[in-house]
């Protein structure tokens, strides 16, 4: 069984004034489907955000409990009262008056003996004495004046801030070694030195020769120790520090 869905009248036989007439009549039809379906389609819409928007509507009475006031719960036996717990109690002693012993009274502690001032410059008298007298007798008992550890000489590696570099004012020139004299060799050599407080070169030593083992480094040393500086300052204070100089020795 067939079913036709569209037949166009006097088929064979139409004109164009038929045709345009039958497609504007089916093409008004549809155009109202469409726009009903349409309709349908927003309507639904916006009666489902309608419906979500509403949500739940709250309880219209809420009643909260304590659970403190409430009443213990029904017994399953049956019984309205619950059974007692029988709990033994210990036995207990009663208590008995002690009786106080006795003791031996505390002897006192003598009372400590208070030197005067005369006795203790006595007592100090006799001591220096008996150390006068193992040493000989005091006569060539010699006491000896402590270096101050600000004087001492720190190990080159420990930095010591200054503003101001200490500056040369007396200058030695080394002697040239007659060895590399003989040899027509020049050599470079790095000296470092301690400058105190003072100026003066207080200890020198070699760190690196080139060539090495031709005296330079002896005659590099010797004539920095006899070098002046202008001391460096640390906040208008002099202070000792150490400095690195190289030294070069040119063939004449």
């Known amino acids: 069984m067939s079913t036709v869905a569209f037949q166009m009248p006097n088929e064979g036989h139409l004109g164009g004034f038929d045709i345009r007439r039958f497609l504007q009549k089916y093409m008004t039809v549809g155009l109202m489907i469409s726009i009903g379906f349409h309709l349908l389609v927003i309507a639904g819409y916006h009666i489902g955000v309608y419906i979500a928007s509403q949500g739940i509507p709250p309880p219209t009475r809420v009643i909260y409990l304590d659970p403190s006031n409430l009443g213990p719960p029904p017994s399953l036996s049956g019984e309205d009262t619950a059974p007692s717990l029988k709990i033994a109690q210990p036995k207990l002693a009663p208590p008995a008056a002690a009786i106080p012993?006795?003791?031996?009274?505390?002897?006192?502690?003598?009372?400590?003996?208070?030197?005067?001032?005369?006795?203790?410059?006595?007592?100090?008298?006799?001591?220096?004495?008996?150390?006068?007298?193992?040493?000989?007798?005091?006569?060539?008992?010699?006491?000896?004046?402590?270096?101050?550890?600000?004087?001492?000489?720190?190990?080159?590696?420990?930095?010591?801030?200054?503003?101001?570099?200490?500056?040369?004012?007396?200058?030695?020139?080394?002697?040239?070694?007659?060895?590399?004299?003989?040899?027509?060799v020049g050599g470079k050599v790095t000296v470092q030195f301690y400058v105190d407080k003072s100026g003066d070169v207080k200890k020198a030593q070699a760190v690196k020769a080139n060539p090495a083992g031709l005296g330079f480094e002896e005659a590099a040393v010797e004539a920095v120790l006899q070098w002046k500086f202008t001391p460096a300052l640390q906040r208008e204070n002099p202070v000792g520090v150490w400095v690195a100089q190289v030294i070069t020795f040119k063939v004449q």
């Open 101 to 184: 012993k006795p003791v031996a009274e505390e002897i006192a502690p003598e009372e400590p003996v208070i030197q005067t001032q005369e006795q203790l410059a006595q007592n100090l008298d006799a001591t220096s004495d008996s150390l006068l007298g193992l040493a000989g007798g005091g006569e060539d008992l010699q006491i000896a004046e402590a270096i101050p550890m600000e004087d001492a000489i720190p190990d080159p590696g420990v930095f010591t801030p200054y503003e101001k570099a200490p500056a040369l004012i007396k200058k030695i020139d080394p002697k040239f070694p007659s060895m590399a004299q003989t040899a027509g």
